[in-house]
């Protein structure tokens, strides 16, 4: 789905694994345009299950729902600014 006035698609994902309360929920996120260029070119790597992941920097998290103008969004731009990276 295109999302944030058309900046980024978003691609919802969720892994179940059979027999366990384990739930993985992830947002694939493609650039559509300059800003969202931008946001994901500031992406970090972080490790997760002994594994490397890519994953939006708290930055351009920001700067993507900042883009998108919903009431919900507003307040997550507050915690996240209150928080730390």
């Known amino acids: 789905m295109r999302v944030d006035n058309d ?9 179940i694994e059979a027999g366990d ?18 946001i994901l070119s500031k992406r970090i790597r972080l490790a997760w299950q002994d594994k490397q ?3 939006m920097s708290r930055e351009g998290l920001i700067k993507l729902k900042e883009n998108s103008k919903r009431s919900k ?13």
């Open 7 to 15: 900046i980024v698609e978003v691609h919802k994902l969720t892994k």
């Open 21 to 38: 309360n384990d739930y993985i929920f992830g947002d694939v996120i493609s650039a559509i345009s300059p800003v969202a260029q931008d």
């Open 53 to 55: 992941v890519w994953v």
């Open 73 to 85: 969004d507003q307040f997550d731009i507050e915690a996240l600014k209150g928080g730390t990276s």
